[in-house]
């Protein structure tokens, strides 16, 4: 069974700084681009970032531009997002989705294989 699983969530104060992990299980991840998107509550589904396979060319929001970083360790079958400065806004549960091969803009349904899901808060 194909899954991906996200970690590293939890509370973290303003400026502060989490990694987010994206974990897959029943494939290997070295073919597949892994999009991270987040939803706050009242709010729809965005695009945060997205890492292709290949060269590994990077994508990102402009809301996190020079904050946050996504890298992929295949050898581990692993995606991360690191997240630095966060703020109050960057509040949501974050997801990591894959596709095959290159990113796809960060339109959801461009996206095969979800994770459940990790809950970043940033509060003070």
């Known amino acids: 069974q194909l899954q991906l699983v996200e970690s590293g969530g939890g509370l973290v104060q303003p400026g502060g700084s989490l990694r987010l992990s994206c974990t897959a299980s029943?494939?290997?991840?070295?073919?597949?681009?892994i999009g991270w998107f987040r939803q706050a509550p009242g709010k729809e589904r965005e695009g945060v970032s997205c890492?292709?396979?290949?060269?590994?060319?990077?994508y990102y929001a402009d809301s996190v531009k020079g904050r946050f970083t996504v890298s992929r360790d295949n050898a581990k079958n692993t995606v991360y997002l690191q997240m630095n400065n966060l703020k109050p806004e960057d509040t949501a549960v974050y997801y990591c989705?894959?596709?095959?091969?290159?990113?796809?803009?960060?339109?959801?349904?461009?996206?095969?294989?979800w994770g459940q899901g990790t809950q970043v808060t940033v509060s003070s």
């Open positions: 890492i292709s396979s290949g060269d590994s060319s990077t």
């Open positions: 029943g494939f290997t991840l070295d073919y597949y681009a």
């Open positions: 989705a894959g596709r095959y091969y290159y990113c796809s803009g960060f339109s959801s349904y461009e996206y095969d294989y």
